[in-house]
Antibody, heavy 121, light 111 residues
Framework: EVQLLESGGGLVQPGGSLRLSCAAS????????MSWVRQAPGKGLEWVSG???????YYGDSVKGRFTVSRDNSKNTLFLQVNSLRAEDTAIYYC???????????????WGQGTLVTVSS | QSVLTQPPSVSGAPGQRVTISCTGS?????????VHWYQQLPGTAPKLLIY???NRPSGVPDRFSGSKSGTSASLAITGLQAEDEADYYC???????????FGGGTKLTVL
């Protein structure tokens, strides 16, 4: 059974940083494309970042230059370093496993339960 | 404002059929990129409902179906049940953004 367990969220001041983690199990992590999707309170889903099995990374326009996605295949863990946080970054951050054959065809097959990031002074 | 446009809400009585539209443009759905659908029950993570426009993962009832035409896609739910009350999101790929995009979501109310 695929399991994705996020951690690392919390309350942080504007301009601050956090490192989110996603521990994966139940599938071959090293060959899987992974992603982060967020959801602001009462709002819809927003794709944040994706990383392929070859470590190539992609970002949504709203987080480019501030967020960095990475992975540790030896620990089956996905990370999201979030810097220069703003109030509008307040959201539940979900880790999701991609499925599909090419980057432009990917969908989010499995989702974690999310970790809440609150940016407030 | 989302790149993909969905109606904010739809409703139907138990047993009825409802459809949820997802309208895009020439850089996403109109460029023949696949559309995927997710169901999000209150207080839970999203769940994959339809992938590659019209395919259902195992465990998803055949009451749910997807289709696409031109720059739009649709999710149809037949035989509406109380447990279908949820938020539904479409997702595709946008070539101008080089990334995944979501619709704004549609809240389904079962009357």
């Amino acid at each position: 059974e695929v399991q994705l367990l996020e951690s690392g969220g919390g309350l942080v001041q504007p301009g601050g940083s956090l490192r989110l983690s996603c521990a994966a199990s139940g599938f071959t992590f090293s060959t899987s494309a992974m992603s982060w999707v967020r959801q602001a309170p009462g709002k819809g889903l927003e794709w944040v970042s994706g990383i392929g099995s070859g470590y190539r990374a992609y970002y949504g326009d709203s987080v480019k230059g501030r967020f960095t996605v990475s992975r540790d295949n030896s620990k089956n863990t996905l990370f999201l370093q979030v810097n220069s946080l703003r109030a509008e970054d307040t959201a539940i951050y979900y880790c999701a496993k991609y499925s599909g054959s090419a980057w432009s065809t990917l969908w989010f097959q499995h989702w974690g339960q999310g970790t809440l990031v609150t940016v407030s002074s | 404002q989302s790149v993909l446009t969905q109606p904010p809400s739809v409703s139907g009585a138990p047993g009825q059929r409802v459809t949820i539209s997802c309208t895009g443009s020439s850089s996403n759905i109109g460029a023949s990129y696949d559309v995927h659908w997710y169901q999000q029950l209150p207080g839970t993570a999203p769940k994959l409902l339809i992938y590659a426009t019209s395919n259902r993962p195992s465990g998803v009832p055949d009451r749910f179906s997807g289709s696409k035409s031109g720059t739009s896609a649709s999710l149809a739910i037949t035989g509406l049940q109380a447990e279908d009350e949820a938020d539904y999101y479409c997702q595709s790929y946008d070539s101008s953004l080089s990334g995944s995009i979501f619709g704004g979501g549609t809240k389904l109310t079962v009357l």
